[in-house]
């Protein structure tokens, strides 16, 4: 039977780069061998108009059948009154809360082409090569909330069992890679942290002796990042320390729109998205990068469907067209003349059918 890939454009530049990466998956089709399903759905601001609300049944149930689910981006200002009863991006927590996704994987991997679109140095980006791995479900972003006119609270609560299985879905990634994992927490204040660091001493003793664990505070982590990005193979930790550390590590890529995400739910499923947002700046010109959103298409063929050899061909096409000088404007350099998200588009499909 051929996997389900749930298409979920969304809002924004979401719709444009995801067109950009269908072709691409049509590219693979047509090389032959392989069949998708491929079923679109509504979320964010497009699912409110069109329903009333941002994360529809509709959605929630091909999420669900589906072997995979590639989103574009969610939000803009015509649904982001603070006072809205359905906001888009709660569509997207309840979309990654449906598929029980709690791994968000982030590979962030430089490239010499584009060393120029970073703001480091070109010395600090040699090598980078890092995995960051996010805990998605737990922590303060879904704890109790309280707020009265003086006072508001958040709280930040982990399991035992939540630790343990982000920490093995990081540890499992790190022995098909460098071996080496750190650990990031803020272990000399919060109690949560506290539990982090000896559930990871625990598990690595008993189940992964034969990898390297190292433990970082997030302050020094996003130091770190900055001065010796090249030292780090996986990275991992809780949900909100992840959400920061993983948009600092996307400038050493260059660009947001060259990142792409996977979030796993550890039996194969998973969502995969560019990591940036619909971006409503540029939206509607046909000027967005089309890059991350590839790169996710290759990370989905990968991780939930199997196919690691057609996921590094997608790979291999995206860094050769850069090698060649294309640029889109947000990694354009050095008065290089960009091109829209179309012809990006056009380049790296014609290099998958070469
Ligand atoms: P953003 O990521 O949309 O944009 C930040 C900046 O990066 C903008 O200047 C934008 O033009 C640029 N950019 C982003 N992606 C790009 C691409 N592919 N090519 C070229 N340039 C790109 O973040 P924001 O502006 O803070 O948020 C805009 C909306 O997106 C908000 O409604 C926000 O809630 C939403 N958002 C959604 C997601 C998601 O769907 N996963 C993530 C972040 C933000």
Redesign the pocket.
Known sequence: MAALIGVLP?D???TE?VDQALRVIDAIVRRGGHAFELRRGLI?GAAIDATGKAFPAATRQLALQADAVL?G????PKW?DPAARER??QG?LDLRAAMGVYANVRPVRTHPSLYEASPLKADRLRGVDILVIRELTGGIYFGTKQRDADSASDLCSYTRAEIERVLRVAATMARRRRGRVTSVDKANVLETSRLWRSVANELFAREFPELQLEHLLVDAAAMHLLSRPADFDVMVTENMFGDILTDEASMLAG???MLPSASLDGQGRGLY??????????AGQG????C?TILSVALLLRHSLGLEAEAARIERAVYEVLDSGLR???IATGGVAAVGTAAMGDAIVARLNA
Request: hydrophobic fraction near 35%; charged fraction near 15%; charge should be negative.
């Open positions: 969304g924004g530049i979401g780069v964010g989103l981006a969610v939000g803009g982001s888009p991006e997207l660009s947001m729109g998205e560019p990591i940036h947002g619909s971006a409503p700046d540029i000027i967005a990068n089309p991350g889109t404007r947000d």
